[in-house]
């Protein structure tokens, strides 16, 4: 029984008309599965009938996907706080002319505001960067991302994005796990749960966050385990979080005064006890502690290695740019991620806080565009160079945009946005997806999309259809709902931006 | 494939049923209709289409109605009725269309409507929203087995399986079993010792007893409670600041062990707070309409925030005593259960009223440093409330002082005269902060908890349309929602203690059966109703309806008295089944949904800490009070922090206080502990009403490195290894006792002492590696510190046995 076994396995569970019962055979299929790697790994336990049994037939027939895939992984980097889309990506250069005007109410037509900035006066804040065309199509890129100008060919930059909440938390949950209200399951946990894992010694769905930031920590905002929570879904999916400092995986690491012969010769005497146990109770479930005890010790071997980057030839470590050197920083998880996805690991999430420029952008802003610009741009280049990027998709959002209006001081180059659910931008790369392009378009004010626009939920249909998934059809059935990662609003595929 | 051949056993489980007796709508039509038809034709009217509903037979839009003088459904006339034919048509015409999401019937799903409607097509009223009766105990072919009437349901289900049910459990496994179920923490091994010696007729239900009377017990039933109400020590939302609700928690843990008839409980926290006088308790308990999660104050707008959490305490409501999905019908009418969004804003009506603000006050002050939002009230004792004045008094006095000066100040003509005022002035000053100071400390000291309270005008409440806060619809009333029993008239404005009234009242369908259906999964693992956040009509078929309502309608007349209901449990025979069964019987039911033997179920992780904590010796039985830090590994809580989050960084407690049970552990809703949530403890974000139970090697993981684990580990050993009288043989028996309750065999102890021995001579070999497992550890008399390192590994590994982490 290969890993790939297991996609079958799952998929059948939303795709099998004949499943009557699904809600049983969901939950016990955490430990079904637990229990093959179990019977794959070990060799111990049930006789060849039983063994049988606990198998897919015809395996090969059933294809895990409903369509064929374009990508295999997702690198998704997570700009929390909400990066201004005016000043990065949404190119607007008739502006300057309106410096200090009111932003017309036929624009703003009774948009709602946060606590910050309403009942005050809306006027225009012009962004004060340069933008160049770049790339064979010359697409817009903003001055402060020097390096990912040079990888225009390979970026799909999407303007027409928008979203619902206007403050932080509902949004980052909603562009987490679809939906404001907390206990959704999360992207990465719909990924994990739907294809299944490619890998036998590490999470399917990893998280990363970022412990350093050049800017300064003024705009830092909190994050929460729900944004890569399991939700409803069983908690094996659920993002693993590595951790900055100390093991990267929660109690990895064996204690002072156990090495890993000790650890060897302890699990060897308590797999033997468990075995007795299961021949003397029957429960099936004690097999599964003995391989999950095993895959943890494979764990300790496997996650360090992983972590290592000290045989990452000094020309790669060096693209990544200098913050590459501190555990922790954005340049590091950036690479990796390239490590992670190069061991099969499904999705990363790498999220990177300090978005949230209320007031003196100017003064912040360049420092969050030096810790993403040269190692994101490194990232695509790492992972062509390794033959990686056709099979990952790379995606670059915050949660919402930024207001044209003024928050705060007002001058050419000092002033403030508040949040802005209504346009916002994003970019994707690799994965199947076009490069060299700018999709949808907001009006002159880059506050409303007037062409192409594109739902957080579209950008969730998008990405799972790239991984050969159709999002109607990836469904857990909960709270008497079939609940699926782009909810019960219509959601598009957004044909437009695949190569 | 394993998975397949399931489902078709457990479809063919129905189906024989059925085949038996007639189809019964609700157990064997109405899931199958929910789940593929009722989106498009069902009580929501939003999205209805074709003019027709499936949830009900009648009136213009119901299943019999004749649209083109063509019937949806003729009853007995499957060539007569659109719905048969619609459910076989091809492609173009077939529901659910092709292009839906809703996969089509198989052909037993066809089978067995095709039955139903040529036996009548008879409806009836979902099952859950008509009121328990109570039925008549049936008979079985085994009387031998039991008389208890929970006995006699769960056998007339096995008898009708083929089935029978196993052997009472051995007196080590009973006595592990119920101390684990009741109290949460295992037997001593005096408790186990007791328990064999006593061979009187009565000895089960005498220890029973004397686990319902332990303290533990309160602590044990309020960890399920908690996860229910979302009770937490943080807002979790924003900066995730600090929240004291401590109080609501001691009161929880004291109803239990007080025994508060599960109605006034449920009372006290749907509106203790109006009751004419209310006491402390009924004061602390309406606290659960606090637990919902708090924004900061300047971030969203407050109206905005004011919906958001109105809608949060419903959906608490409606988790925790409803077991509804309520919080559906916020944006539109339910797809499955008959709430409509005006039931659901009617019921929004009764919370909307708090007198308080919808976010947490700013920064300053020592409310913000208490974690406490108003409404709150000081639960301070006599003596304290004394004290209090009595400094309150010390600073008034300086404060007169100080307006006594200032007027000299003012009065002063003469320069040198005006500078010595001044400086009595500054002096009178920095008593005043040093004295409010004082107050200010002690004060803290005072528990304080945050409450209900009811505005003095009600407040308006309108339909959402699509939820949104700012668009209001139509204006409603307070009141239940419409397909349930109407609540009685009593005239005047409904209040929060007529709702609680009428969820208390006999006719009420689903509190009772809510509520036990929660003790039962607590004890079986599973609930009779699996889904037991969930009794509607996507909700889980009872496995055993009849039982279900015995146990309702018996916990209604016993007067909702709790330890009733957990000692009829737990007194049954199938209760004290053996656990033990072949690997095929538990592929075939994993779950024990028959009841064919006892449960067996990998324990909450309170409930695996705690016993670490008590088995090793740790244990600090200490009750009530704030919350405490035991440490977790380091930098957890500030990769999610803000800058400003109260508090920002772990700092783990010390002393005792880490010792102490894990339902005192402090939770931070944006990073719980992991050693909670690895082992499924929610977040405590959302109400929970099950939680999940996985088994992951991050688990293993934790179970073997956790540094506090260990620590518990080498304790037990130093300890056992320090009585140098026992034989390595009797060391390995006390340990393997205290821990599982039982006592090795000889393969056991033949495989353990191996261990031992290969470790010791490894630890011998390697001294650093030793010094290193020992360390801060003072050796007992003749202990060498090799046999310590060995001997901690043996107790970290019986810590590890599945057995030791399950409930068998």
């Known amino acids: 029984m290969d890993v790939a076994g297991q996609h079958d396995l799952q998929s059948r569970h939303y795709q099998d008309a004949g499943l009557v019962v699904m809600r049983d055979l969901f939950e016990q299929h955490n430990g079904l599965q637990a229990r093959r790697q179990f019977l794959k790994t070990s060799g111990m336990g049930l006789g060849v009938t039983a063994l049988a049994s606990l198998l897919p037939q015809n395996s090969a027939a059933q294809s895990a996907f409903h369509h064929t895939p374009r990508a295999k992984h997702v690198i998704f980097l997570f700009m929390a706080g909400a990066p201004s889309q005016i000043d990065l990506f949404d190119y607007k250069p008739q502006l300057g002319k309106l410096f200090k005007e009111p932003l017309p109410e036929s624009i703003s037509m009774g948009q709602r505001v946060t606590a910050m900035t309403k009942g005050k006066t809306q006027l225009v804040a012009p962004s004060k960067y340069q933008f160049h065309r770049q790339g064979e199509n010359g697409i817009w890129m903003c001055e402060l991302f020097p390096h990912l100008s040079k990888k225009a060919d390979d970026l799909c930059i999407i303007n027409s994005m928008h979203t619902n909440a206007i403050n932080h938390d509902p949004a980052k949950t909603f562009i987490c796990t679809g939906s404001e209200i907390p206990g959704k399951a999360s992207m990465g946990a719909w990924l994990s749960y739907g294809l299944g894992s490619m890998n036998r010694d590490l999470p399917d769905f990893i998280v990363l966050t970022s412990a350093y930031w050049t800017g300064g920590t003024r705009n830092v905002q909190a994050l929460y385990s729900r944004l890569w929570g399991s939700g409803f879904l069983p908690s094996k999916h659920q993002g693993a979080a590595f951790q900055t400092s100390g093991d990267p995986v929660l109690f990895l690491s064996n204690p002072n005064g156990i090495d890993r012969d000790v650890r060897r010769r302890m699990l060897d005497a308590l797999g033997q006890v468990n075995q007795k146990h299961f021949a003397e109770i029957g429960d099936p479930e004690i097999q599964t502690t003995v391989a999950q005890q095993e895959m943890a010790f494979r764990m300790q071997a496997s996650v360090p290695e992983l972590t290592d980057v000290s045989g990452e030839p000094q020309h790669v470590v060096d693209l990544y740019g200098p913050e590459v050197q501190k555990n922790g920083s954005f340049a590091r998880n950036c690479l990796l991620a390239r490590r992670m996805v190069e061991r099969g690991v499904r999705f990363v999430q790498i999220f990177h806080r300090g978005w949230d420029h209320h007031t003196i952008l100017p003064k912040q802003l360049p420092g969050q565009c030096f810790d993403v610009d040269q190692p994101s741009a490194a990232l695509l280049t790492d992972l062509k160079q390794n033959g990686l990027l056709d099979d990952t998709l790379v995606v670059f959002a915050g949660e919402f945009g930024r207001t044209v209006y003024c928050q705060g001081k007002l001058e050419r180059d000092d002033y403030g946005r508040d949040h802005h659910p209504r346009c916002f931008s994003a970019w994707m790369a690799g994965g199947g997806i076009k490069g060299g392009i700018s999709y949808g378009q907001t009006d002159e004010f880059s506050y409303n999309v007037v062409q192409d626009p594109v739902a957080v939920r579209d950008l969730h249909a998008t990405i799972l259809h790239q991984l050969g998934v159709d999002h109607k059809k990836l469904v857990f059935p909960f709270q008497g709902l079939d609940q699926r990662l782009t909810g019960v609003e219509p959601a598009q595929v957004v044909n437009g931006i695949l190569a | ?808």
């Not at chain 2, 009617?346 to 208490?370: I, K």
């Not at chain 2, 974690?371 to 409330?385: F, I, K, N, R, T």
């Open chain 2, 1 to 808: 494939m394993k998975v397949i051949l399931l489902a078709i056993g457990i479809l063919a489980m129905s189906i024989d049923c059925s085949a038996q007796q007639t189809v019964n709508f609700n157990r064997d039509i109405r899931p199958i209709l929910s789940d593929l038809c009722f989106q498009c034709h069902g009580p929501s009217g939003h999205d209805r289409q074709a003019e027709l509903r499936l949830d009900r037979a009648d009136g213009p839009d119901g299943a019999y109605r004749t649209l083109d003088e063509s019937y949806a459904i003729k009853p007995g006339s499957i060539s007569d009725s659109a719905l048969w034919y619609r459910i076989n048509a091809d492609e173009d015409e077939v529901m659910p269309p092709a292009d839906s999401a809703k996969r089509p019937l198989t052909a037993n799903e066809k089978a067995i409507i095709k039955r139903w409607i040529e036996e009548g097509a008879q409806y009836a009223d979902f099952w859950a929203f008509v009121p328990p009766q109570k039925p008549d105990t049936p008979t079985v072919k085994n009387g031998e087995w039991s008389q208890f009437p929970i006995d006699r349901f769960v056998l007339r289900r096995l008898e009708a399986e083929g089935l029978k049910p196993k052997q009472q459990a051995d007196r080590r496994t009973l006595i592990r079993r119920l101390s684990l179920d009741l109290t949460g923490l295992p037997p001593t091994r005096r408790e186990i010792r007791s328990f064999l010696s006593d061979t009187s007729a009565d000895s089960y239900e005498r220890l029973v007893d004397r686990l319902l009377d332990k303290p533990q017990y309160g602590e044990h039933m309020a960890k399920y409670w908690l996860d229910l109400v979302r009770f937490a020590d943080t807002n979790g939302i924003h900066h995730d600041h600090y929240r004291e609700m401590t109080p609501y928690r001691d009161w929880v843990i004291r109803a239990f062990n007080q025994n508060l008839p599960y109605d006034q409980f449920a009372t006290y926290q749907l509106a203790g707070d109006l009751y004419s006088e209310p006491t402390h308790d009924q004061l602390i308990a309406s606290g659960f309409n606090r637990l919902h999660l708090i924004i900061d104050r300047g971030t969203a707008l407050p109206e905005e925030s004011f919906t958001r959490n109105v809608v949060d305490r419903v959906t608490a409501v409606g988790t925790a005593f409803l077991g509804l999905t309520v919080q559906c019908a916020v944006c539109h009418d339910h797809k499955y259960d008959p709430i409509t969004t005006k039931d659901f804003y009617q019921l929004f009506a009764f919370f909307n009223n708090l007198d308080g603000t919808p976010e947490t006050g700013g920064r300053s002050g020592t409310d913000f440093q208490r974690g406490l939002q108003p409404p709150y009230v000081s639960l301070a004792s006599e003596s304290q409330q004394a004290k209090l004045e009595e400094l309150q008094q010390r600073v008034d006095e300086v404060k007169q002082e100080i307006s006594r000066i200032e007027q000299q100040v003012n009065e002063a003509g003469d320069e040198s005269v005006k500078s010595t005022i001044e400086e009595k002035l500054q002096q009178a000053k920095q008593e005043l902060e040093k004295r409010q100071g004082e107050r200010q400390t002690f004060e803290a000291t005072i528990p304080v908890a945050m409450v209900m309270k009811e505005k003095a005008d009600p407040r308006p409440a309108h339909i959402l349309r699509r939820g949104a806060y700012d668009n209001p619809g139509e204006q409603v009333e307070r009141d239940s929602p419409a397909f349930l029993p109407p609540m009685k008239n009593k005239g005047g404005i409904r209040t929060r203690m007529d709702l609680a009234d009428w969820f208390m009242s006999d006719e009420h369908p689903l509190t009772a059966r809510v509520a036990v259906n929660r003790f039962w999964q607590q004890l079986f693992g599973v609930g009779i109703v699996k889904t037991s956040e969930d009794f509607g009509v996507q909700g889980d078929w009872p496995s055993h309806p009849d039982l279900l309502d015995h146990l309702a309608a018996s916990f209604i007349e016993s007067g909702w008295d709790v330890k009733a209901l957990l000692k009829q449990i737990v007194m049954s025979a199938t209760y004290q089944q053996a656990s033990e069964a072949t690997p095929d019987e538990f592929e075939k039911d994993p779950e024990n949904r028959l009841l064919s033997r006892g449960s067996r179920f990998r324990m909450d992780s309170e409930v695996i800490r705690d016993q670490l904590l008590a088995t090793s010796g740790l244990l600090n039985g200490d009750l009530y009070g704030k919350s405490v830090k035991p440490p977790q590994p380091a930098g957890l809580w500030t990769a999610v922090s803000m800058p400003s989050s109260y508090p920002r960084e772990f700092k783990s407690d010390t002393g005792e206080k880490v010792y102490r049970r894990s339902v005192y552990t402090f939770w931070k809703r944006g990073m719980p502990p992991p050693q909670m949530t690895i082992l499924n403890a929610p977040s405590r974000e959302v109400c929970i009403a099950r939680r999940e139970r996985t088994n992951t090697p991050l688990q293993a993981l934790l179970l073997m490195n956790e540094l506090e684990y260990l620590k518990a580990a080498r304790h037990l050993a130093h300890e056992t290894v320090a009585n140098r009288t026992l034989t390595p043989a009797d060391r390995l028996a006390a340990v393997y006792e205290t821990i599982t309750s039982k006592l090795p065999d000889t393969d056991e102890t033949e495989d353990f002492l191996k261990m031992v021995a290969d470790l010791e001579s490894i630890y011998r070999d390697n001294t650093q590696l030793a010094e290193q497992l020992c360390e801060g550890v003072e050796l007992h008399e003749g202990v060498s510190m090799a046999e310590l390192a060995a001997w901690t590994l043996l107790v970290s590994t019986i810590y590890n046995l599945d057995i030791t982490k399950t409930r068998g």
